[in-house]
């Protein structure tokens, strides 16, 4: 199991920017992803959830910003990041959904700064 | 939104001692399936995130016995047998019961 994040970057706040999680040594479509982040220093952070069938939940904090999809052709996950405030920088992880419902598998994480 | 509370930011510890990381949760983890949906972390600098133990108790492959998960209810232990140079991390817990789900603030694990 591989999951390698990308998009990451320094983004103006109010801006916009999509991060991306390649799947790979497992069927993806048949589990649900997740998609947690880490401010620096700081502790970890439960952001977004989509399921196999593409249900979606997210944290409050990010309810109506952020979209959470997937693309089970590519092996892919996303996170669409809209209206980006200074709080949202943080380290940005996506994990699998362990069939015991726990995150089974992290990548390494992708960061994103917002700054003007 | 379920709390989860570990009281030590950071544990001092000498290789070879066992040492004991808690969680307590602001209410039970305990499903009716009879599972408790608590699990442990361990975040090294340069590794990826690593599950050590799902359901307070079950160790996920490859993690070694030493890794003992336990508790219930509200009260959950992360104890770790004949600490090895190689644990000293940061170790966090997790409550999957209930959306949203939340991490306890870290555990550090330093060495003496």
């Known amino acids: 199991v591989q999951l390698v994040e990308s998009g990451g970057g320094l983004v103006q706040p109010g801006k916009s920017l999509k991060l991306s999680c390649s799947a790979s040594g497992f069927t993806f479509s048949s589990y649900g992803m997740h998609w947690i982040r880490q401010a620096p220093g700081k502790g970890l952070d439960w952001v977004a959830y989509i399921s196999s069938s593409s249900g979606t939940v997210y944290a409050d904090a990010v309810k109506g910003r952020f979209t959470i999809s997937r693309d089970n052709a590519k092996n892919t996950l996303y996170l669409q990041l809209n209206s980006l405030k200074s709080e949202d920088t943080a380290i940005y992880y996506c994990?699998?959904?362990?069939?015991?419902?726990?995150?089974?598998?992290w990548g390494q994480g992708v960061m994103v700064t917002v700054s003007s | 939104q379920i709390t989860l509370t570990q009281q030590a930011e950071s544990l001092w510890v000498s290789p070879g001692e066992k040492v004991s990381i808690t969680c307590r949760a602001s209410?039970?983890?305990?499903?009716?399936?009879?599972?408790?949906?608590l699990s442990w972390y361990q975040q090294r600098p340069g590794q990826t995130t690593k599950a050590l133990i799902y359901h307070a108790s079950i160790r996920t492959d490859g993690v070694p016995t030493r890794f003992i998960g336990s508790g219930s209810g509200t009260e959950f232990t992360l104890s770790i047998e004949d600490v090895q140079p190689e644990d000293i991390a940061l170790y966090y817990c997790l409550q999957t019961l209930k959306k949203p789900y939340t991490f306890g603030a870290g555990t550090k694990l330093e060495l003496k």
């Open positions: 209410q039970s983890l305990l499903y009716t399936d009879g599972k408790h949906y």
């Open positions: 994990a699998r959904r362990g069939m015991s419902n726990y995150f089974d598998y």
